[in-house]
């Protein structure tokens, strides 16, 4: 059974880090890009970073670049998002999705990914 498991979310102050990390169990990932994507409350689903199969691109929305990086291990077949200097509006649901031959200009969109996990919190609050 394909199955991605996040994990790594919790409570956090502005300012701090977090790291999250996405797990694919029954496939293996090297040939699959791996898109992040949050959804806060009364919100729509928005990308977050994508990184390609090799590793050797990625993506950043706006409103996390240069706070948080993306990066894989196809070794431990996990693929991590690094996220510092949170802040509250941060804060939502984060999933992480695989698609196989990825077209990498479309890595932001929901809608391209076959594989979803079934999320983890992140809170930013002081």
């Known amino acids: 059974q394909l199955q991605l498991v996040e994990s790594g979310g919790g409570l956090v102050q502005p300012g701090g880090s977090l790291r999250l990390s996405c797990v694919a169990s029954?496939?293996?990932?090297?040939?699959?890009?791996i898109g992040w994507f949050r959804q806060a409350p009364g919100k729509e689903r928005e990308g977050v970073s994508c990184?390609?199969?090799?590793?050797?691109?990625?993506k950043y929305a706006d409103s996390v670049k240069g706070r948080f990086t993306i990066s894989r291990d196809n070794a431990k077949n996990t693929v991590y998002l690094q996220m510092n200097s949170l802040k509250p509006e941060d804060t939502a649901i984060y999933y992480c999705?695989?698609?196989?031959?990825?077209?990498?200009?479309?890595?932001?969109?929901?809608?391209?990914?076959?594989?979803w996990g079934q999320g983890t919190q992140v809170t930013v609050s002081s």
């Open positions: 999705a695989a698609k196989k031959h990825l077209l990498f200009r479309l890595c932001v969109l929901a809608s391209e990914y076959d594989y």
């Open positions: 029954g496939f293996t990932l090297d040939y699959y890009a």
């Open positions: 990184i390609s199969s090799s590793g050797g691109s990625t």
